[in-house]
C-alpha cells in the first residue's frame, strides 16, 4: 500500500480525517495544517473521509470522536482491519479503558488528546507514520480553543454537546455519551444559549441545522 516502508525518510506523510460531519473534518485538516517543518516530512491531508472509511490508501487516518466516541471507536478498527490505512489515530477529548485495551490490542490504533497542541497532533501523525506506539493523553490540561473555526464562537466540547442536543438527547443522554455528568452538560447547553443567541433546544436545533453541526442520517 505505501511504496517506501519507512515513511519518515520520504518528504511526506498522507493522512485522511474522517469523521460524519464535513465541518468537523475540514476543521481537523485545518488544523493539521497550521504547523510545518521544513526539515521534517510534510503531512499532506489526502482525504476527508466524512461518513464512510477512506476510500484512498493512506499512512495514518485520524478518526475525530466529534460527539460519539462509541462509534469511533468501532470506525478505527474497521479502517484498520480495512487495511486501508497503515495507522489509525483515534482523536479524543479522554481516554477509557476501552480505548486503552483497544490500543493494547492493535499496535495500529493509536490514542491522541483533543487538549493537544497542533504541534504536538502533528508529532503524534508523524510518530504513527513511523510505527511508533502513540498514546498521547492529557487528562489534567485545560481543554484548548480550536485554532478552526467553530459556528457561533463555541469551543469544541460546546459543539459537540450542541450537536447532541439538535439529535434530540436529553442532557442526562448526552452525559453518558461524551463521559461528563449533567451538571456539566447543563453548563455547556447554557454557554451555548447565550453565545449562539437563541434559548430552547428546539431553536438551538434549528440553529445547529443551519450550521453544519448535524449528523447525517
Known amino acids: 500500500m505505501v511504496i517506501d516502508s519507512d515513511p519518515l525518510t520520504r518528504r511526506s506523510v498522507s493522512v485522511a480525517v474522517v469523521n460524519d460531519l464535513d465541518l468537523v473534518v475540514r476543521g481537523v485538516a485545518a488544523m493539521l495544517e497550521t504547523v510545518t517543518d521544513d526539515d521534517g516530512p510534510q503531512i499532506r491531508v489526502v482525504e476527508l473521509a466524512v461518513d464512510d472509511k477512506p476510500s484512498l490508501p493512506v499512512d495514518v487516518a485520524l478518526v475525530d470522536t466529534f460527539a460519539n466516541p462509541d462509534d469511533a471507536r468501532l470506525r478505527a478498527l474497521e479502517i484498520a482491519e480495512s487495511g486501508r490505512a497503515s495507522h489509525v489515530l483515534i482523536y479524543a477529548w479522554d481516554s477509557d479503558a476501552t480505548f486503552r485495551q483497544l490500543v493494547d490490542q492493535r499496535p495500529d490504533i493509536g490514542l491522541v488528546s483533543k487538549r493537544s497542541t497542533a504541534l504536538e497532533l ?21 481543554p484548548l480553543t480550536s485554532p478552526w473555526a467553530v459556528p457561533g464562537g463555541l469551543s469544541v466540547r460546546e459543539a459537540e454537546v450542541v ?4 439529535e434530540g438527547l436529553s442532557n442526562p443522554e448526552i452525559a453518558r455519551r461524551l463521559g461528563l455528568t449533567s451538571e456539566t452538560v ?6 451555548a444559549y447565550d453565545k449562539i443567541g437563541v434559548r430552547g433546544r428546539t431553536r ?3 440553529w445547529a441545522h443551519t450550521h453544519g453541526l448535524v449528523f447525517p442520517d
Open 163 to 166: 450537536a447532541l442536543v439538535a
Open 204 to 206: 438551538i436545533a434549528i
Open 186 to 191: 447543563k453548563t455547556y447547553v447554557t454557554r
Open 122 to 142: 502533528r508529532t503524534a501523525v508523524l510518530d504513527a507514520a513511523a510505527g511508533i506506539d502513540v498514546w498521547q493523553d492529557h487528562p489534567l490540561s485545560p
